[in-house]
C-alpha cells in the first residue's frame, strides 16, 4: 500500500472556456488510459454534465447527450461501436436504488461510466473507481484533477 501511495501522481486539466472543452476532454481520456470508471465529485453548476458531453463528443458520440437526473443512466454508442454508460446519482436516495438499476451490471461491463453525484453511492463503486474532482476557478475556468 505504502508503494502505491508513492506512485500516485495527480493529474489536472484546466478548462479556459467552452472553447476549450473538446481538448481538455481529448487530453482527459489520453491521461485516464484504460480506466473506465470515472465518478465526477463536484458541485452543482460546476460542468459535470458538459464536460461529459464534450467527452461523447471526442468519443464520437452522435446522439443527443443530456444529464440522465430522471433516468439515472443513459445509454450512447460510442463511433467505435462501444456503448459507454453516463449516471446521474443526485436523486439517489437510498443505495438500494443504484443496485436496482443494475450498477454493478454496468460497472462489471468494461465499458466506459462516467457518474455524476458519485457521493451518493459512494460506498458502493469499486476501488479502481478513477475519484475525478471538478472546481470552478474565480475566473470561471474549470480545474479537472485526480490522483492515479
Not at 32 to 38: A, E, P, Q, R, S
Not at 79 to 94: E, L, V, W
Request: net charge negative.
Amino acid at each position: 500500500m505504502y508503494f502505491a501511495y508513492l506512485c500516485s501522481m495527480k493529474h489536472e486539466i484546466i478548462i479556459r472556456d467552452v472553447n476549450d472543452l473538446d481538448r481538455a476532454a481529448s487530453e482527459f481520456l489520453e491521461k485516464i488510459g484504460d480506466n473506465t470508471l470515472v465518478a465526477f465529485f463536484a458541485p452543482m453548476g460546476s460542468g459535470k454534465t458538459t464536460f461529459t458531453t464534450a467527452i461523447c463528443r471526442v468519443l464520437g458520440v452522435t446522439d443527443p447527450v443530456g444529464s440522465p437526473t430522471f433516468a439515472i443512466v443513459n445509454e450512447y454508442m460510442r463511433a467505435d461501436g462501444d456503448p459507454m454508460y453516463h449516471f446521474d446519482f443526485y436523486r439517489i436516495n437510498k443505495l438500494a436504488e443504484a443496485v436496482e438499476i443494475g450498477l454493478y451490471d454496468y460497472l462489471d461491463s468494461g465499458c466506459l461510466c462516467i457518474m455524476e453525484w458519485p457521493e451518493n453511492i459512494e460506498e458502493l463503486l469499486p476501488e479502481e473507481t478513477l475519484k475525478v474532482s471538478i472546481k470552478v476557478n474565480p475566473d470561471q475556468s474549470r480545474t479537472v484533477s485526480w490522483e492515479a
